[in-house]
């Protein structure tokens, strides 16, 4: 950061709930955390107790029903997007963390958080990929909880045949969708 001659700005990585600081932040931002955490309210509520009043605590999680209502007519697809999210499940992610974030920023003791949804959505060989490679990114989990892919066919040529469902069906399809929320702490 001092690069770019910034010496107001520092970054953290370390535990969530083992930070500390002799001095407030300004903000706590985070994304695509909370949906892994045992318990996010106490992981909001630590985080919330470091930014000062008036600070901002903002958060981006993920929400994977939408993706699945809109790629319910395309049955490679939704497969696909299924098994991911049950494999993360099976791993003790909150697949729908985003929506939650309404009650969790309240229950951490925060205002209601002002929310929106965004979901990308693609027709592209490099954007129908991503189901494909989340499956990729998640074999471990596929082999340590003995989940059968075959219901997705030939694995290898999975990239192909899901391009060639949205091709056929000329439409487009959803990415996860991804849930901000934020919310200034009370002064």
Request: charged fraction near 20%; hydrophobic fraction near 45%; aromatic fraction near 6%.
């Amino acid at each position: 950061m001092f690069e770019a001659g910034l010496r107001n700005v520092t970054f953290m990585h370390c535990d969530a709930n083992q930070i500390t600081s002799d001095r407030p932040f300004d903000a706590a931002v985070g994304r695509l955390i909370l949906e892994f955490v045992p318990d996010p309210v106490v992981v909001l509520r630590s985080l919330s107790r470091l930014v000062r009043p008036g600070g901002v605590v903002a958060f981006h999680e993920v929400s994977h029903d939408p993706a699945l209502a809109l790629a319910a007519h395309l049955p490679l697809w939704a497969a696909t997007v299924s098994l991911s999210r049950d494999i993360l499940r099976r791993s003790g992610a909150n697949t729908e963390m985003g929506p939650a974030l309404h009650r969790i920023f309240q229950e951490a003791g925060l205002p209601a958080p002002n929310m929106h949804l965004e979901m990308l959505l693609g027709s592209d060989p490099d954007f129908t990929r991503w189901g494909y490679d989340v499956l990729c990114s998640l074999r471990p989990q596929i082999e340590q909880f003995n989940v059968s892919i075959e219901t997705l066919g030939d694995f290898d040529s999975l990239p192909e045949r899901l391009q060639a469902e949205v091709a056929t069906a000329n439409t487009v399809v959803p990415s996860i969708a991804l849930v901000g929320a934020w919310s200034q702490k009370p002064i």
